[in-house]
Each structure stands twice: as C-alpha cells, then as structure tokens.
C-alpha cells in the first residue's frame, strides 16, 4: 500500500504564530498533492492544491520536494479559526484503489 | 450548490439490523467513494465506483455492499450491523478517478451500532 505519513501533532501554538506541518510519501509517480482542512465532526474540505514547487494563498504556503518526498503545509499569523486537521493527501497514481492517498491528519489548536 | 448529499446524518441501530446511506452528487463526476473514518485511523476507503455501472473493493470492504444507482448515486448497504461499523461514513465524488483532481466529500453519515 502505497502510504501519505504525517504527524498526528496536536500542534498547541498561540494565535499569530508560525506553524509548519510536514508530509512524505512513498509513491514517487505521484503527480498531484492536497491540503485538506476537516473541523471537529465535519467533512474534510480542500485547503490547496500542490501540482508543482508549491503554492501560496494568502497566509498558506504549500511546498513540494519530489526529491526527498515530502510535501509541507505553512500558516502564518495563525488565527483561532485555524484550529483543525489538516489531511495530506496524494495522488494514488499507479494504484488501484481510488485516485487519492490519505494522510491521517494533522491536528492543530491555536490558543488565545 | 447542492454538491454531494448524504443521508441520514445520524442514524443508530441494533445488531444485526440492516441499513442504506444513500449519497447523491449533482456535479456530473464519474467517480465516487465511500470512507469511513474512526479515531486515530484517518479517512479509509470502503469501496468506489469509478465509472457508472462499475464498482471496486477498497481497503476495508467487508461487511459492506454497494450499488451505483446511476451517474448520480452511489448507496452502502450495511446487511448486518455489527458494533465495529459503528463510524463516521462519508461520500465523496470527483470528476474523474484517474486524473489528478480533488475529491468533494458530503457532510458525512454518523452510525452508531448498538
């Protein structure tokens, strides 16, 4: 079974904080990456989506090194709404069930 | 915007009983899924149906049964409840299962099997 590896944390950071949660994989011909963000007894929802290097929106910056297999999520200036689990997620290209790897999860608390 | 809708939200039920979450997508995606998802073990997938009028066993498939409807449903059938499917189920749709594209989950099925 090819296998999405995170820390299940919890990240505790105070609000306005940097935190930087980090990801490998072992499917070097996955092509595609995603951060999800899933609240407490809700559905996960798509953060960003990583095809290339990385991508950036607004406070979120997701980095992509296919060399070493690892894909990183970064939130500055966190905010308490940002408390959550992140999923790592990637492409199960090659395998034969379904096209997406989960990550287990990050969780991430961000205190006043 | 509808997206993917799951129902029931909440459902408890005896040993033994029988059930089907029903899930439907109005976004003309090919491909669907179903999950569940206990603590400390992430999002597992049960079974899929990558096109209309196919269907795949994923990682954790017995005990389950599926039926892809049409290009808009896919439904779980639980035949026999038992207290270890007691989960969080979710749906989920794409529009494509071999493409690099994200998956759009519903709002998920809480089951309590007692």
């Known amino acids: 079974r090819k296998e999405v590896e995170q820390d299940p944390g919890p990240f505790n950071v105070p609000e306005g904080a940097t935190v930087a949660f980090n990801c490998t994989y072992s499917?070097?011909?996955?092509?595609?990456f995603f951060w999800y963000r899933q609240d407490c007894r809700k559905e996960p929802k798509l953060l960003m989506s990583?095809?290339?290097s990385g991508n950036e929106d607004g406070r979120f910056t997701a980095q992509l090194n296919r060399a070493s297999q690892y894909i990183s999520l970064l939130i500055r200036d966190s905010k308490l709404s940002d408390s959550a689990t992140y999923l790592c997620?990637?492409?199960?290209?090659?395998?034969?069930?379904?096209?997406?790897?989960f990550g287990k999860g990050t969780k991430l608390s961000v205190k006043p | 915007n509808a997206g993917v809708t799951q129902t029931p939200k909440f459902q408890v039920l005896k040993t033994g009983q029988s059930m089907t979450l029903q899930c439907a997508q109005d976004?003309?995606?090919?491909?669907m899924y179903w999950y569940r998802q206990d603590p400390g073990m992430g999002l597992r997938l049960i079974y899929y149906?990558?096109?209309?009028?196919?269907?795949d066993k994923g990682e954790v498939p017995n005990g389950y049964n599926v039926s892809r409807l049409n290009k808009r449903e896919f439904s779980l059938r639980l035949e026999s409840a038992a207290p270890s499917q007691t989960s969080v189920y979710f749906c989920?749709?794409?529009?494509?299962?071999?493409?690099?594209?994200?998956?759009?989950f519903g709002d998920g099925t809480r089951l309590s099997i007692l």
């Open positions: 997620v990637g492409s199960n290209y090659g395998g034969s069930q379904g096209n997406l790897i």
């Open positions: 149906s990558a096109s209309e009028g196919t269907t």
């Open positions: 990583v095809y290339s």
């Open positions: 976004m003309n995606h090919n491909s």
């Open positions: 989920a749709s794409v529009r494509d299962n071999g493409i690099n594209q994200p998956q759009h």
């Open positions: 499917n070097s011909a996955s092509q595609s």
